[in-house]
């Protein structure tokens, strides 16, 4: 999608999403307190650095020996429905506005995640990181690794208008169905993976 198509969709979606995210916010402090966001630093276009922030949704409560608690265990029942539903991901919106990020496209990684993916992190990362992407719409926390990089690295390669609109649209499904993961696209982008880029893809991940 090029930016003069996703800019005024993107500002569509922010006018459209500010009631839910007030909402959201007024529900994340009555749950947690402040801070409301949690912000953390990923590989942005060309592995740049990027900060970006979503509505926090666990608390910092930790065991007698001072490590966080698990992440499950650090939730509440709304901040759970808040993740599930993927409300806690609108503040993005904006970056995508400034084109730090853009609608579609590889999830932003921590800089140090992509580096250890050498010359494919590079690759992947040619491109601006989406709010959402084809991995996600496909599995996402379902797929391993591998299956994460060779579907992203797929879509970098293939990506289109029609493509970045199947994304969106499904997207909006996810929060409803469940992560499905979808074996066919996933073997079509394995297999591409393997042919292009061998046993790296395997390492790589």
């Known amino acids: 999608m090029l930016r003069y198509q996703e800019v005024p969709l993107a500002a ?11 909402l959201v916010a ?33 608390n910092d409560l930790r065991d007698s020996h001072g490590e966080l608690l698990p992440d499950d265990q650090r939730q509440t029942k709304m901040t759970r429905l ?3 539903l993927r409300l806690d991901e609108l503040p993005q919106l904006w970056p995508v506005l400034t084109g730090q990020m853009a609608l579609v496209g590889p999830r932003p990684l921590l800089p140090q995640t992509l580096a250890d993916f ?22 996402n926390t379902r797929l391993s690794n591998s299956e994460k990089l060779a579907m992203d690295l797929w879509y970098v390669t293939h990506r289109s208008f029609w493509l970045d609109m199947r994304v969106l649209a499904e997207t909006f499904l996810v929060p409803l169905r469940g992560e499905i993961r979808d074996d066919g696209r996933l073997r079509l982008a394995t297999d591409w993976a393997r042919a292009e880029f061998g046993s790296a893809i395997e390492v790589a991940a």
């Open 26 to 58: 007024i529900l994340v402090f009555l749950q947690l307190r402040s801070p409301l966001m949690f912000r953390q630093r990923r590989a942005g276009l060309n592995g740049r650095e990027i900060v970006i922030g979503k509505f926090r949704t666990m």
């Open 82 to 84: 808040i993740r599930r």
């Open 12 to 22: 569509l979606l922010i006018s459209a999403s500010l009631p839910i995210q007030l």
């Open 118 to 139: 050498g010359e494919l992190g590079v690759l992947r990362n040619s491109i601006r990181p989406g709010l959402t992407g084809w991995a996600q719409v496909n599995g």
